[in-house]
Structures are given as C-alpha cells and as structure tokens.
C-alpha cells in the first residue's frame, strides 16, 4: 500500500516538472496552470520545512569541535 501512494506521490511530481518544462517553452495554458501549482508548492514546502543548519542544539562538526 505504501509502495502505491509513493509511486502516485513520484508520479505526481514527475508530471509537475514536466509541465513547468513544458510551460516555459510556451505550452497549453493548463500547463501553465498545472506549472504555476508546482512552483507554488514548492515554495510552500520550502518555507514550512525548517532548514537543517537552523536547528538549535545540533552539531554538524565531523571532529567534535576540538583542536
């Protein structure tokens, strides 16, 4: 069941990405449309995701940070 919705999940964005190719070399207006949503959802994704340097507490140092 999971491999199902991750497959519909992939195939989704796959058709996302080839509709904002595809309205940038002036397709249909549904591909704009469908375009538009993409790059919407895509900046929607990337504001409510927090970013991993801005975590408090967590160390990225291979070395443990000391000399």
């Known amino acids: 069941m999971l491999t199902v919705v991750l497959s519909g999940v992939l195939l989704v964005v796959i058709g996302g990405c080839a509709c904002v190719v595809w309205a940038a070399r ?20 990337r504001v409510i995701r927090p970013r991993a340097g801005a975590r408090s507490g967590s160390t990225t140092d ?4 000391e000399g």
């Not at 002036?26 to 994704?45: D, I, S």
């Open 26 to 45: 002036g397709g249909p207006r549904w591909a704009r449309g469908v375009a538009r949503a993409t790059l919407l959802a895509g900046e929607v994704l």
């Open 62 to 65: 291979s070395d443990g940070g």
